[in-house]
């Protein structure tokens, strides 16, 4: 005795195509492009602003351990290792920069110029500390990100674009 299927199933084909598309249209919704700019700019953001925080005491004083951080590293260049040069300076400008570079991406002002400093800044770190690449390249990455595709709509970047078209700006 045959029995009839009433509901006929999808063919396979079908069935994948249909899967295919399910997990497409779900991606998207997840991977919604200013969603993922303002959480590069957060992501980017922390590492360095922790890092920052943790080299000052107090306003525009810097810790006796962010000094002398800068004193033990060394720059991993061919012919070297080379220690910092002027490491009392590089250890202000670094923590100046590891605080002020986070918050521009934060508010997402100027991120395209933050991100190619904080993209600079991973690569000394990455000269100095060459074990770390795997982390570096993530930072790396960010930071490029950004660079080629801006702050998006959730950003002071976007606001500041829409009240002043670059046509409006650009000089003849």
């Not at 004083?61 to 009392?88: Q, T």
């Amino acid at each position: 005795m045959t029995t009839r299927i009433l509901h006929p199933q999808p063919a396979p084909k079908n069935l994948a195509v249909r899967a295919i598309a399910s997990l497409r249209d779900a991606t998207r919704a997840v991977a919604w492009p200013p969603l993922v700019q303002l959480l590069l700019r957060l992501a980017l953001a922390v590492p360095f602003f922790k890092s920052g925080l943790l080299k000052w005491n107090g306003v525009l004083r810097l810790n006796d351990n962010a000094v002398a951080l800068f004193e033990s590293f060394e720059l991993h260049l061919p012919g070297g290792p080379y220690a910092y040069p002027a490491p009392a300076v590089m250890a202000f400008i670094a923590a100046s920069f590891e605080v002020l570079l986070p918050v521009l991406l934060v508010i997402g002002l100027g991120t395209r110029l933050a991100a190619a400093a904080l993209l600079g800044m991973t690569l000394v770190i990455q000269l100095t500390v060459p074990d770390g690449w795997p982390i570096h390249l993530t930072w790396a990455a960010m930071a490029l990100a950004l660079m080629a595709h801006g702050a998006g709509p959730a950003s002071l970047d976007h606001a500041l674009a829409s009240r002043w078209p670059r046509s409006a700006t650009r000089a003849r």
